[in-house]
Nanobody, 127 residues
Framework: QVKVVESGGGSVEAGDSLTLSCTAS??????????MAWFRQAPGNEREFVAA????????LYMDSVKGRFTVSRDNTENTMALEMNKLKPEDTATYLC??????????????????WGQGTQVTVSA
């Protein structure tokens, strides 16, 4: 099993930037095996996919509304994944969750493909 913990959330104004971090309890070659992703959930809304990254960081996938503003990356030597968020909008307000999958999901945008989840970190963007 792997435990993932998010950090870096906060309250910002529209147009500002934030970088979230996800740290995994597994290190080295084990962490490298996991496909990783970010999801978010606002009150009253379903959990939605934000970004995913392959085990080696070679490929990334984004939801349409964050393309060009968010960048996902990972550092397998540090067991971390990051989400750099620029030009934040009020509609980006949500709890952001880190997810890990032992086997690369058939559909990386579906939450059902991930085995391990963090507790989330809150991002609030004011107009």
């Amino acid at each position: 099993q792997v435990k993932v913990v998010e950090s870096g959330g906060g309250s910002v104004e529209a147009g500002d930037s934030l970088t979230l971090s996800c740290t995994a309890s597994k290190s080295g070659p084990t962490f490298m095996r996991y496909a990783m992703a970010w999801f978010r959930q606002a009150p009253g809304n379903e959990r939605e996919f934000v970004a995913a990254i392959t085990w080696n960081g070679a490929a990334a996938l984004y939801m349409d509304s964050v393309k060009g503003r968010f960048t996902v990356s990972r550092d397998n030597t540090e067991n971390t994944m990051a989400l750099e968020m620029n030009k934040l909008k009020p509609e980006d307000t949500a709890t952001y969750l880190c997810a890990a999958a032992w086997s690369s999901p058939d559909d990386p945008t579906s939450s059902t493909g991930y085995d391990y989840w963090g507790q989330g970190t809150q991002v609030t963007v004011s107009a």
